[in-house]
Each structure stands twice: as structure tokens, then as C-alpha cells.
């Protein structure tokens, strides 16, 4: 078992859910909750949506295509999303995670938006321990990340496919434009 003095802080942030019908949930949780969509697009030959109602989090809530219609309650969970806060926390999480028997499928990802570490549970479960980058991207977006590398040449490489992807703004740019977004759709 971990010490608890050996984990980063963990705060959880979002929380990823397979849906059937991306729309009608989609324009549910917008409608009867309040969230703003910020992204949306393809990923693993379906649909993806993100939801926030936070101006200071690209989403809340992921939704993904792939939940069998007539599935029951339980078969939902796409993710479990807990953030922390340096690259050195995200490091620590891959060497725990790295040495258990228990834990499957360690992945690595730059989303861009943030640094991403990605494993199963032993009910193989999916958990997510991320970093958030200072810079916003439309999302999807995923390429490798080597935790091998320094925090400079993480920031480095990561602005530079960003730049070379698409339109990247600042996360506080971003953020104080979606606020205007969050704020007029509920009043």
C-alpha cells in the first residue's frame, strides 16, 4: 500500500460517462444543468462532447459514444479524472501506478490543454491523473508524452505541435472568454 505522504495532492475534476445518444444527453445536461459545451468531435470511430460550467476547466463533464442502448446503471463510467499540480506529481502517480500488478493499460498523453497519465483500476476501471497546460486547444487532440523528459522540454515540444496544430490561445484568454459564455447562459 502507498503512504499518503508518498501521493501528490488529488483533487478530482471531471468525470467521463459513455452515452448512447450524444445529442439528447448532450443537450440535457446543457439544458437541465446549466453546462457549456466547449469542444466536440471524433475520437476511437465515435462521437465526444465537453461540458463545463467552470470557466477555469475546458470540462466537467466528458461524454463519449459507446454505451450499449438498454445497458443498466453501472455501464456508464467512462473515466475518473483527478487533477494535480506539477509535472513532478504527474510523475510520482506514473512510478506508483507503474509498480503495481494490479493496475492495466499505463498510458501517457498531451492533450494540449493538459498532460494526461491514463490507467485501469483492477475492475478495470478508467482513471485519469492530469496536469492542466497554460495554453487552450479545440479538443480532441492527443499525441504521446514522455514524463522521461524535463519539465522545459515538456513545455517545449508541447507548444511547439500546438502551434503547428491549430489556433492555441492562452488558458487565460480561453478561460475569460467561456466565462462570458457560462454566465450569459444562465442568466
Known amino acids: 500500500m502507498v503512504g499518503i505522504m508518498e501521493l501528490p495532492n488529488l483533487n478530482l475534476r471531471h468525470v467521463g460517462i459513455f452515452v448512447s445518444d450524444i445529442d439528447v444527453m448532450s443537450s440535457f445536461y446543457k439544458s437541465v444543468l446549466g453546462f ?18 467552470d470557466p477555469l476547466s475546458h470540462h466537467q463533464l466528458v461524454m463519449e459514444t459507446g454505451r450499449p442502448i438498454g ?3 453501472g455501464l456508464g463510467v467512462q473515466q475518473i479524472s483527478f487533477q494535480v499540480a506539477t509535472l513532478g506529481d504527474l510523475r510520482q502517480m506514473y512510478k506508483i501506478v507503474s509498480q503495481r500488478n494490479d493496475v492495466t493499460t499505463i498510458q501517457t498523453i498531451d492533450h494540449g490543454n493538459s498532460w494526461s ?4 483500476d483492477p475492475e478495470i476501471n478508467r482513471i485519469e491523473v492530469y496536469l492542466d497546460t497554460p495554453w487552450h486547444i479545440s ?3 492527443s499525441e504521446p508524452l514522455d514524463l522521461l523528459q524535463t519539465d522545459e522540454i515538456i513545455y517545449e515540444t508541447t507548444l511547439k505541435k500546438l502551434t503547428s496544430y491549430g489556433e492555441v490561445k ?3 484568454a480561453w478561460s475569460n472568454e467561456l466565462s462570458k459564455t457560462i454566465f450569459s447562459n444562465l442568466s
Open 71 to 73: 445497458a443498466g446503471p
Open 117 to 120: 497519465l491514463y490507467f485501469r
Open 139 to 141: 479538443q480532441p487532440y
Open 36 to 53: 457549456t459545451q466547449t469542444d466536440r468531435g471524433e475520437v476511437r470511430g465515435g462521437q465526444v462532447v465537453f461540458l463545463t460550467r
Open 170 to 172: 492562452p488558458f487565460e
